[in-house]
């Protein structure tokens, strides 16, 4: 168990439609990542959260991507008006505070976009 | 850019045998190393890491060796077993700034364990 928690872990939603994902790392995790994952590509960095503050985004993430993480607890990432190009497997990775830099995944969010 | 490759897209190996993922990098700047397992739909998990101040750091049968002048490193697992057989990704970092920890992927390289 990494101790970090993504839901839901399947979504599946028509073209233009909005779609919320949300990450829960354990408390010890003040660094926070997402990273998005098409078929036989490695996972692609999309932006990186310090606490409450989103530090980098990618230029991966476009316009209609945002993502927030208030408190500096949970994360969400929203995708506005989805397209079929963003059919991915979305992973939340969290790391820090005395765990070091290891980055921990959670089991992820497979997006289908018909 | 593909800043990190995987040039071998599988592997197959007999249990018992040794296995040995490699792993390309170009990016200078990089001074921590990863691999990951993957299996279908799940995330990442972690196996092990190597700090570029080291050239070799084993866990258990995990093996991960690092050769900065020629920009590569390697995954040896001894003795491979079936369960071993995932997706295995190595993935990098380069230190500090607003990218702290910022990981770069390889494509994966699918191992095969046969019994």
């Known amino acids: 168990d990494t101790g970090v928690s993504q839901d839901p872990r399947h979504k599946i939603t028509k073209r233009g439609q909005n779609v919320t994902f949300r990450c829960d790392p354990i408390s010890e995790h003040n660094r926070l990542y997402w990273y998005r994952q098409t078929l036989g590509q490695g996972p692609e960095f999309l932006t990186y959260f310090q606490n409450e503050a989103q530090l980098e985004k990618s230029r991966l993430l476009s316009d209609r991507f945002s993502a927030e993480r208030p408190k500096g607890s949970f994360s969400t990432l929203e995708i506005q008006r989805t397209e079929q190009g963003d059919s991915a497997m979305y992973l939340c990775?969290?790391?820090?505070?005395?765990?070091?830099?290891?980055?921990?995944f959670g089991p992820g969010t497979r997006l289908l976009v018909l | 850019d593909q800043q990190v490759k995987q040039n071998s897209p599988s592997l197959s190996v007999q249990e018992g045998r040794i296995s040995i993922l490699n792993c390309d990098y170009t990016n200078s700047m990089f001074d921590y190393f990863l691999w990951y397992k993957k299996y279908p739909a799940e995330g990442p998990t972690f196996l092990i890491s190597i700090s570029s101040i080291k050239d070799k750091n084993e866990d258990g049968r995990f093996t991960v060796f690092l050769n900065k002048s020629a920009k590569h490193l390697s995954l040896h697992i001894v003795p491979s077993q079936p369960g071993d057989s995932a997706v295995y990704f190595c993935?990098?970092?380069?230190?500090?700034?607003?990218?702290?920890?910022?990981?770069?992927f390889g494509q994966g390289t699918i191992l095969t364990v046969h019994p």
């Open positions: 990775a969290a790391s820090g505070r005395g765990l070091g830099e290891t980055q921990y």
């Open positions: 993935a990098a970092s380069a230190p500090g700034g607003t990218s702290y920890g910022k990981l770069t």
